[in-house]
């Protein structure tokens, strides 16, 4: 079967069934943000990777090295972040093309170091390479998990859905520059977006959250991958989603629907997270970023969107599939 066809998540899917792992040390394995390890006595390490690949996911012509770089490290900081645990362990392979300045290629480097070392954790090493024609980037992080450790798999009907933040802004500040607007209002969210680490930090050890994930792939996408992991569905209303005032005046600018853009928009780096409705209250005091509830966890599976009066609302595009998306 052709990769478009299989997709992204099908051939992950896929992988995961070659594997069979019964290390008992192995608390988790494929299908979360994080893997979950247990080493060094009852120390439970959450370890992701993630890559970077030039013109999927950046364009030189759009971020400097220094952004690259960061951006990459805010992709694994927010896995760990997803897990409640704490960015500790860095590892970073580069494969670059020849002609590239060695400047370049440095400060790259020193933008997801610099990154890591923000939310507490070092790089340690990685591996270079010259690449064909484009760059690419993998980052290794171990996050050491506390007492309170999330997952994908633990959302209960009832539970209230909440997203830390706001959405939509990354794809806002991707329609504003494909439009030729070279500045646009949410480009910050784009270029150096920040990871949720420090507001994972406050929640996890308040014994609220049942399940969570990272939005890198798109709300409604991510809510399916909560869901699956669940055996839960998840309800969403549009008229409750964060959406800044500059993507809403980006949207306006260029006739597009903000709402769209908050339900598909990937790279986002917010915290989708599940609770009982009755620890929202408690979770936002103990935050300076706004919560919103979303939605809620229903039983029927799948993700289900609706409209202020309770009507079917209907997605444009579905979010990030790694064989479907042309852009970056
Ligand atoms: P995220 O968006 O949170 O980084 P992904 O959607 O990339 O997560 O991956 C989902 C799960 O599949 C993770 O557990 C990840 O480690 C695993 N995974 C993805 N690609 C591979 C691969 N090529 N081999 C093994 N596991 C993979
Ligand atoms: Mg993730």
Known sequence: MDLVRLGEFGLIAEISQLVDCSDPDVLLGIGDDCALVRAGGDTVWAITTDAMVEGRHFRRDWLTPLEIGGRAMTAALSDIAAMGAFPRFAFAS????????????????QGLAQQAARFGACLLGGDTVAAHEH????????????????????????DAVCVTGSLGGTAAAIAARLAGIEQPPTWQRYAAPVPR????????SLGAINAALDI????????????????????????RLPISAETLATARELALDAVQWALSSGEEFELLLTTPPHKVESLQAAIDLPLTVVGEVVEVAGVEIVDASGSPVRMTSTGWDHFANTNC
Do not use: K, N
């Open 94 to 109: 580069l494969a670059v093309p020849p002609d590239w300045d060695a400047s370049e290629a440095i400060a790259m480097t």
């Open 135 to 158: 760059a690419f980037l993998d980052i290794t992080l171990l996050g050491q998990c506390g007492q309170e450790i999330w997952r994908r798999d633990g959302a209960q009907p009832g």
């Open 197 to 204: 680490a420090s507001t994972a930090s406050a929640l996890s």
């Open 216 to 239: 890198s792939d798109g709300l409604v996408q991510d809510a399916g991958h909560l869901c699956d992991r669940s055996g839960v569905g998840i309800r969403l209303h549009t008229d």
